[in-house]
């Protein structure tokens, strides 16, 4: 069935809350009800946590906005319960080609390899995302969405998070244990508590132009210095479904940013790329964009999210895939404060971990904006040669820049994680998200699912301890890992053990199975390290 | 270790050849001989460590006088 997310209105609807002689209590308040609110939302839904999100709006995503899916995003999206449908619905890629001039100066592949349930990327607009998601959490019964509901004011106070929510009607007010603030880059909670994120402007602007068209690009990431069809800026072409298509034009600072919106200019920029007229304009938007991040993501009681909490340039998809990371990291953290099966430090790691996370997506996504946008008269020189040098020289490929594209981060040193007491090799240490692998007909991501979880490589997945949280055991059999990829990305050998967190990064691991190991591990990995024996 | 002694067999034929690079050359062009040489150069190289050290000499005693195009942001 078809059904036109962008156009969806949801209706206000008087909660008792707004009634009720008492402020109404709430553990978990998500405000924002974008990909990363309803992700988080979600998240902590699935997990058995009632939780209530607000959005000020009565509609989701208006334009395709952000069309980049992520292998890790995905991933997420599986244990959610809404991957399988992104997928089909989406188009997937794996290539991507950069052109200077009119020729072709360098190609790559962003999965290489096979072996991986899920492609390097998925391109969809958002608002299918937001309406997939919406539709996996109208399935959850302990999540209310309130549409049209404002928060204004946010104070942390001895009893929780105290919230005024405007409404079409009277405002109300709401406590809350924990608020999580999902509401976007201008963030209205950000602003109430007099908070900031702060970084840099580049000085230039962007085109978006979707169009519809029939046409037989293949489905890869096109990228165009400086063509002949709009010279001196860059151009990037990017397929989505139902023959919808993302024009990215350069435009340079000095354009007009109202002007440039107007079709009689937007067409005649489309048809000098296509050739022909044979398209129509789908949504346009003229942005320019900024690197920057809050100093801190949490904030007592209240934990920041997605754009609300950092924002980076669209070159590298960085946006909104380490907003939907931002969530899974967070919610499971969440969920066991909550639950009280872990202290309430454990959030400060979602801060450890995602500002790290942040800082490495504002770094690539920097650089390249330096590429493209060059700032100085010293560095287009040198963009120059490289683009010229690219032709004929293998390593000036290498430097080419238009966006290194979304990758989960390893969060290196976290105090979560068992520092390796025994020789592994391979990208699994600890902080790095658990790779993917055939087994059978399964997947090894489907089989962690969520949850802690004990991943052994042997015949038969050992006894698990009693502990809090609870642990699962899974075993990868060495006959269900014919092409041995598991065990190679795990460096793995009979009875290698791993300790997975609930969004799916290694916490540990250990050459053989050792319950004392684990429980420790599983300590440090809830923030209980230094407290004593866990229970 | 970034070499500073003498490793050129013939210095006045390399300086002859660096200026016969750049003759009858605008600015602009010189630029862009200038970026591809350094470019070609620095892959040649391939110590990062030596590359940081001549990067720190070539840029000694020089103070910035001008600015690169990027502003403050807060939001």
Known sequence: MHVDYQSLRFEYRRSPDQSSAEVARHPVVVVGAGPVGLATAIDLAQSGQRVLLLDDDRCLSSGSRAICFAKRTLEIFDRLGLGERVVEKGVTWNRGRVFHREAPVYGFDLLPEGGHRRPAFVNLQQYYVEGFLLDRAGALPNLEIRWGNRVTAVEDGAEGVRLTVETPEEAYGVLAEYVVAADGARSPVRRAMGLESRGRTFRDRFLI??????????????????????????????????????????????????????????????????????????????????????????????????????????????????????????????????????????????????????????????????????????????????????????????????????????????????????????????????????????????????????????????????????????????????????????????????????????????????????????????????????? | MLNTEPNLAAPDDFYEALLALHQDLTPDQARAVDARLILLLCNHVGDMAVLRQAMARARQGIEPAGHDATLAASA
């Open chain 1, 209 to 535: 132009a979707d169009i519809r068209m029939a046409a037989d690009f293949p489905a890869e990431r096109w990228f165009w210095f400086d063509p002949p069809f709009h010279p001196g800026q860059s151009v990037l072409l990017h397929r989505q479904p139902d023959g919808v298509w993302r024009i990215d034009f350069q435009l340079g600072w000095d354009a007009d940013p109202v002007a440039e919106r107007a079709p009689e200019r937007v067409i005649p920029r489309v048809r000098a790329l296509l050739g022909h007229d044979d398209f129509t304009l789908e949504w346009v938007s003229v942005y320019t964009f900024s690197c920057l991040r809050m100093e801190r993501f949490r904030h007592g009681r209240v934990i920041f999210a997605g754009d609300a909490a950092h924002g980076v340039s669209p070159f590298g998809a960085r946006g909104a895939n380490s907003g939907v990371q931002d969530a899974e990291n967070l919610a499971w953290k969440l969920a066991l404060v909550l639950r009280g099966e872990a202290p309430d430090s454990l959030l400060d790691s979602y801060d450890a971990e995602r500002v790290a996370a942040a800082d490495e997506n504002i770094l690539h996504s920097t650089r390249s904006t330096d590429f493209i946008t060059p700032k100085s008269e010293s560095s287009r020189a040198f963009r120059d040669a490289v683009l010229d040098l690219a032709g004929d020289c293998a390593f000036a490929r290498r430097l080419v820049n238009s966006g290194r594209l979304s990758t989960p981060s390893t969060y290196g040193g976290s105090p979560l994680s068992t520092p390796d007491t025994e020789g592994f090799a391979g990208s699994a240490v600890p902080g790095a998200p658990a790779p993917d692998a055939p087994l059978g007909g399964d997947w090894l991501l489907r089989r962690l699912g969520g949850g802690f979880v004990l991943l052994h490589f042997g015949e038969a997945a050992p006894e698990v301890p009693e502990t809090v949280p609870a642990l699962r055991a899974v075993a990868v059999t060495p006959g269900e890992d014919a092409e041995g990829l598991a065990a190679a990305r795990y460096d793995a050998r009979p009875g290698t053990t791993y300790l997975i967190r609930p969004d799916q990064h290694v916490a540990a691991r250990w050459r053989r199975f050792d319950p004392a190991a684990v429980r420790a591990a599983l300590d440090r990995a809830v923030g209980r390290a230094g407290e004593g024996a866990g229970c």
